[in-house]
Each structure stands twice: as structure tokens, then as C-alpha cells.
T-cell receptor, first 115, second 110 residues
Framework: NAGVTQTPKFRVLKTGQSMTLLCAQD?????MYWYRQDPGMGLRLIHYSVGEGTTAKGEVPDGYNVSRLKKQNFLLGLESAAPSQTSVYFC??????????????FGPGTRLLVL | GQNIDQPTEMTATEGAIVQINCTYQTSGFNGLFWYQQHAGEAPTFLSY????GLEEKGRFSSFLSRSKGYSYLLLKELQMKDSASYLCAVSTSGTYKYIFGTGTRLKVLA
């Protein structure tokens, strides 16, 4: 049981390049999330998904797209990277329902540097 | 608007007790979470409060007052390994989203 995994762990891009970050979870969780974390800003929600085939915008969605074609995978795409997208990206998942103490489980993060 | 406030940084001595406060203003409330995050690592779950009162888990306790929009995380018998950032997050009712504070960086000194 690997939990939540993210690929790649680290990437350097040039301005204007595109890339896809992959998040995979093996816990059969319905909900998945993409956050970015910047110094002094905390975790900010980019996009999230409440089930296979569904996605929704979070707090800072501009410049990103997502897809949830399979329940276990949640992809985050940058079509044309900008230096402002330099950040640490965390994926998280959680089970369906509002059971007490139902927390998110986080992946290890992807460090992205855009030059 | 939605807002969560925490102190930016705190310092404490090994073996001491420290209290990290969190105040929140959110549209709807479905629980408050505390996470620990060591530098360069992912956040890990510490505690959850949905009803008023104190929840205790070993050296860590968390308190919630919904009427005041206030929570605190209490760490007892501090150890060097407790040096980390502590994130307060609120699960908003009617959505599937969490709102995070900016985190409190705790330094434990020998």
C-alpha cells in the first residue's frame, strides 16, 4: 500500500514549456486535490475532483488544467509554464463521506522550478 | 471572506509546553484539522476537532471553540523532533474543500 505518490519529485522548466504532474493513490479514495505551497502563503487549492471524470476549480486555478480519467489518478497540467508557477505541488486524497476525523492524505510533493 | 490566522513563528525549549493558536472565519464549518509538516516533507495529520472541547492524543492536544472561531494545538514535553511547521485547516460544510492557514513554524531549542 503505497498511499499517495507523485511523479516527478523535482523538475526544472523553461518559461513557456509544458508538463504534466501525476498523482496516484491506491486507497480507492473518491476525492483528490492539487495544492501549491509557497513561502508565507500556506497551502492553496488549485483544482480538486470528487470522483472519476469530474473536476472543479479551487482558489488558484489559472494557468493549470486537470484531468481525472481514472479514479486512482489525478493529473495536473501546465500548458505554458511561467516563473510564478515555481512552487512545491502537493497532491492529496480522502475517502468519500463526512466521517469524523476524515483527513486528507498527502503525497510527498513535486518541486517545480520555472526559469 | 474566508480566513485562517496563525502566528508565523514560535520558539520554545526542549521539555516545555507550547500552545499554537488558530482563529478562523469561514463560510460553514465541518471540522478543524491540525497537521505537522517537517521541512521538505508532506503534511501529516495530527488531530481533528468538530465539537467544542479538548481532544488529547499523547503529547498533543487540540481544543476547539466554534462560537469563538478559535482552536489551539498544545504540545507537551517538547522534543527536538517537534521542530516543524504546524498547519491549521478548516473543512467547510457543503463543499469538499479545506482552507489552510499559512502555518506556524516552531523551533525547539535545546
Amino acid at each position: 500500500n503505497a498511499g499517495v505518490t507523485q511523479t516527478p519529485k523535482f523538475r526544472v522548466l523553461k518559461t513557456g514549456q509544458s508538463m504534466t504532474l501525476l498523482c496516484a493513490q491506491d486507497m480507492n479514495h473518491e476525492y483528490m486535490y492539487w495544492y501549491r505551497q509557497d513561502p508565507g502563503m500556506g497551502l492553496r487549492l488549485i483544482h480538486y475532483s470528487v470522483g472519476e471524470g469530474t473536476t472543479a476549480k479551487g482558489e488558484v486555478p489559472d494557468g493549470y488544467n486537470v484531468s481525472r480519467l481514472k479514479k486512482q489518478n489525478f493529473l495536473l497540467g501546465l500548458e505554458s509554464a511561467a516563473p510564478s508557477q515555481t512552487s512545491v505541488y502537493f497532491c492529496a486524497s480522502r475517502p468519500m463521506g463526512q466521517a469524523e476525523g476524515e483527513t486528507q492524505y498527502f503525497g510527498p510533493g513535486t518541486r517545480l522550478l520555472v526559469l | 471572506g474566508q480566513n485562517i490566522d496563525q502566528p508565523t513563528e514560535m520558539t520554545a525549549t526542549e521539555g516545555a509546553i507550547v500552545q499554537i493558536n488558530c482563529t478562523y472565519q469561514t463560510s460553514g464549518f465541518n471540522g478543524l484539522f491540525w497537521y505537522q509538516q517537517h521541512a521538505g516533507e508532506a503534511p501529516t495529520f495530527l488531530s481533528y476537532n468538530v465539537l467544542d472541547g479538548l481532544e488529547e492524543k499523547g503529547r498533543f492536544s487540540s481544543f476547539l471553540s466554534r462560537s469563538k472561531g478559535y482552536s489551539y494545538l498544545l504540545l507537551k514535553e517538547l522534543q527536538m523532533k517537534d521542530s516543524a511547521s504546524y498547519l491549521c485547516a478548516v473543512s467547510t460544510s457543503g463543499t469538499y474543500k479545506y482552507i489552510f492557514g499559512t502555518g506556524t513554524r516552531l523551533k525547539v531549542l535545546a
